[in-house]
């Protein structure tokens, strides 16, 4: 199967600060990236895509850089808030086939 | 209010038994797809469904089964095969096939005792 994962499990950073969480993939063909908020006991939700032929995309207070030649992701949270403590966590996809989940990145926002 | 429902949200089950998990959308999509969840694992594919009255096996179908009897409806069957049932369940649904966004539901948490 794919691997796709994170270099840090858990990330604690003071409200009004911004974040930065990332996520390393391995199939170089993958053409296709989401991030996904996912809070305790609920289901992910989706937060921003991105496909291969950018390399950045901006969203409210969310950006996604992507970078091929490391294949490697990563999204910044503007002005973090409170509700932004979750976990976090990519998916990749190559041509439309299966995505691939990452393990996740616990964000805590200190207030 | 469109969306995708699970049920329920807490399961508890013997050993040995057999139990189904709904997963109802109203979202109109075709594709729907069900994942397990465990601690510190990334979400793993069980099954997947394209269309009405079909669907594939994913990485770890080992031990459950589903159908697709309606395009709204994709139950999952944790039989008594599964070796470790004990999981947080996900079910997904997007307009095709691995299409984009995938709309995920609350989860099932299903603990067997």
């Known amino acids: 199967g794919e691997s796709v994962g994170l270099h840090l499990p858990t990330l604690s950073v003071q409200e009004g600060d911004n974040s930065i969480i990332n996520c390393a993939y391995s199939n170089s063909a993958s053409d296709y990236f989401i991030w996904y908020k996912q809070e305790s006991g609920k289901g992910p939700q989706f937060i921003i895509d991105i496909r291969s032929n950018m390399d950045k995309r901006q969203g409210q207070r969310v950006t996604v850089l992507l970078n091929k030649t490391v294949k490697h992701l990563s999204l910044q949270i503007a002005a973090t808030q409170p509700g932004d403590s979750a976990v976090y966590f990519c998916a990749e996809n190559t041509a439309g086939n299966q995505f691939y989940f990452g393990t996740g990145t616990s964000l805590t926002v200190i207030p | 209010d469109g969306g995708i429902t699970q049920s329920p949200k807490y399961l508890f089950r013997k050993e040995g038994q057999n139990v189904t998990l709904s997963c109802e959308q109203n979202l109109n999509h075709d594709a729907m797809y069900w994942y397990r969840q465990d601690p510190g694992q990334g979400l793993r594919l069980i099954y997947y469904s394209q269309i009405v009255n079909d669907f594939q096996k994913g990485d770890i179908a080992e031990g459950y089964s589903v159908s697709r009897e309606k395009k709204e409806s994709f139950p999952l069957t944790v039989t008594s095969a599964q070796k470790n049932p004990t999981a947080f369940y996900l079910c997904?649904?997007?307009?095709?096939?691995?299409?984009?966004?995938?709309?995920f539901g609350p989860g099932t948490r299903l603990t067997v005792l």
């Open positions: 997904a649904s997007s307009p095709r096939r691995y299409s984009g966004e995938q709309y």
